[in-house]
């Protein structure tokens, strides 16, 4: 059973940072792919940036030069550190993680980039 929970959302100035944490601390399995998505009101949930179990980071374009993805497989546990935030990075961004007996998700958390 799969119990991923994200935290590090909240409110923020554009050009300001913040920093997703997403974990599964008491799973006993691999986890290999884990990935950020975001979904903005009225549109469709989107990849951010995945990352490889051996650490080969995947960005969307729109996250390319600003946001840096990282893992560490000790703690199950995955990072997005994103700068420079802009209004258009709003949305709840949802952690997604592959055990290879299944594919699951977090309960997303809430980024708001406004003055």
Excluded: H
């Excluded at 920093?19 to 549109?43: E, F, H």
């Amino acid at each position: 059973q799969a119990r991923l929970a994200e935290s590090g959302g909240g409110l923020v100035q554009p050009g300001g940072s913040l920093r997703l944490s997403c974990s599964d601390p008491g799973t006993i399995y691999n986890i290999y792919v884990m990935g950020w998505y975001r979904q903005a009101p009225g549109k469709q949930r989107e990849l951010v940036a995945s990352i490889t179990r051996g650490g080969d980071p995947t960005y969307a374009g729109s996250a390319k030069g600003r946001f840096t993805i990282s893992r560490d497989n000790a703690k199950n546990t995955v990072y997005l550190q994103m700068n420079d935030l802009k209004p258009e990075d709003t949305a709840v961004y949802y952690c997604n993680a592959d055990y290879g007996f299944g594919n699951y998700w977090g309960p997303g958390t809430q980024v708001t980039v406004s003055s």
